[in-house]
């Protein structure tokens, strides 16, 4: 993946040892803004919300990795067919797609995300990063996106990022042998005080080092930046044998996420033949949990494809399988696949009562709050979907999907004023201050704006435009 070096901000400090939390987490939301704007990033709901919620039962094992901010951690996926997994500053943690689907069960899974907020939680990045001296001319953004940059292709993107630099930098990026091991140590215990299988690491790492010997292209991205020696396997040996074995049962979610990620990870017409393969493969399978997978991904490739009948009928297939009838009906990725489908097949009044009964069953699900939200815009219902948006966006503050939708119900409306306030705010959450700035004035020209309206885009522009000069201001000064 490249990332494009623009306006990159050198938060080094030569007096500092180890980087605050707070310039930790400033730093990671700016190269999450990059990353974000990267095709390869994973924009997709669910499996965003899967990994959120997945990591945070991790992060709850340990709560202090959350730093003297007590920041949210956010766990994201990437397109990219190297079995990797990587830690930003101020816990972004990003796992390749390639990754997931190599991961049998959760406990696999957990293995990696857990070793990944051991360093986060060892300060080992914040250390490595406060080491920076100024005098390398480096911003440390610029480090960490060409570190990044080159977890893939080591030769190629550094290099065009930073000239000769590119591979330096990458060395300076890696983990000592010894951040390694401190990382599987608290990787480990937070595995146990989740209640994970803890020989699920040594199960996944061992598979990755044998990956590395029959297929050299595949695996070793992982290996490369936290190589795996025989002496930090017989170590984690070493402390499993001392816990006592935990039997993890995995959720149905974490087989519907992969197939829904191998659909995702290679979006082209020959991708989704390959994903429809490996899914009629499946089905061959005696699992009722495997065919409901399979069921799940066949019918997410229907929905791709426009054929929304052949979808709704994979999807109750799919659900039909799945194993326990309560796990069927507590399914938020199963209904959410089914409120997609109808609103997909102009069927807004049964996507509204849809995503009304699941909003009540899954409070907690972002994704069914949003299906909400567009089954009432779908509908026509744009009052409620207005007053709705707006609730929910004072409870969540940080979701710029809330704004964006705010934006589509006040245009459905006709009111343009409100429409780009609303835009306003988006791209202002989105981490683009000139973009929202702009939207601003495009507001205040607005023949509908009153001048209560004008009031409010007047204090919002000094804020936005006092935030702007800071964030130049950073950028500037350090350079
Ligand atoms: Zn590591």
Redesign the pocket.
């Known amino acids: 993946m490249a990332y494009a070096e623009q306006n990159l901000p050198s938060l080094g400090d030569s007096e500092r040892e180890e980087l605050s939390p707070l310039m930790e987490r400033k730093l990671g939301e700016q190269v999450m803004r990059d990353i974000r704007r990267d095709r390869d990033y994973l924009d997709d709901p669910v499996v965003l919300e899967y990994l959120n919620n997945f990591g945070a039962s991790l992060v709850a094992a340990r709560p202090e990795a959350r730093g003297e901010a007590g920041y949210d951690f956010f766990f994201f996926a990437v397109r990219d067919p190297t079995l990797n997994a990587f830690a930003l500053p101020g816990g972004f943690i990003g796992v390749h797609s390639a990754l997931v689907l190599a991961a049998q069960n959760e406990s696999e899974l957990a293995s990696v995300l857990a070793?990944e907020i051991g360093?986060v939680a060892q300060r080992h990045i914040a250390r490595m990063l406060g080491r920076q001296r100024q005098d390398s001319l480096i911003p440390l953004a610029a480090v960490v996106l060409a570190a990044l940059a080159s977890r893939s292709s080591p030769d190629a993107t550094s290099a065009l990022l930073l000239g000769g630099q590119g591979m330096a930098v990458q060395r300076q990026l890696n983990?000592s042998r010894d951040a390694?091991r401190e990382?599987d140590r608290v990787g480990l215990q937070i595995l146990d005080d989740a209640g994970f299988d803890t020989s699920g690491m040594i199960a996944f790492f061992g598979r990755m080092q044998n990956a590395t010997r029959s297929y050299s292209d595949m695996a070793p991205a992982y290996l490369r930046?936290?190589p795996l020696t025989t002496e930090r396997m017989a170590d984690i040996e070493a402390r499993i044998r001392d816990q006592r074995y935990k039997q993890h049962v995995d959720s149905l979610d974490f087989h519907l996420i992969r197939a829904r990620l191998r659909v995702l990870q290679n979006p082209t017409a020959q991708g989704m033949r390959d994903a429809a393969a490996v899914f009629e493969n499946q089905l061959q399978q005696k699992g009722r949990t495997q065919i409901a997978a399979a069921k799940y991904g066949l019918a997410f490739i229907a929905l791709r494809q426009g054929a929304t009948d052949k979808a709704q009928t994979l999807l109750q297939e799919s659900s039909a399988a799945a194993p326990g009838s309560s796990e069927k009906l507590q399914n938020p990725v199963l209904t959410g696949l089914s409120i997609d489908i109808k609103l997909a097949a102009n069927r807004p009044v049964e996507a509204l009562k849809e995503a009304d009964a699941a909003r009540a069953k899954f409070p907690l699900s972002r994704g069914i709050a949003h299906q909400y939200a567009d089954a009432l815009v779908a509908t026509g219902r744009y009052d409620e979907a207005v007053r709705y948006l707006r609730d929910q966006a004072q409870l969540y503050r940080h979701e710029p999907e809330l704004q964006e939708r705010l934006a589509k119900a006040y245009a459905a409306q006709g009111k343009q004023a409100l429409q780009h306030i609303a835009l306003a705010e988006y791209y202002a959450i989105s981490g683009s201050l000139p973009a929202a700035i702009d939207q601003l004035g495009i507001a205040r020209r607005a023949p509908d704006a009153t001048f209560y309206d004008q009031t409010v885009i007047d204090a919002r522009e000094r804020e936005l435009q006092a935030s702007w000069k800071e964030e130049m201001k950073d950028s500037q000064a350090r350079r």
């Open positions: 070793h360093h983990f390694e990382a930046s936290h």
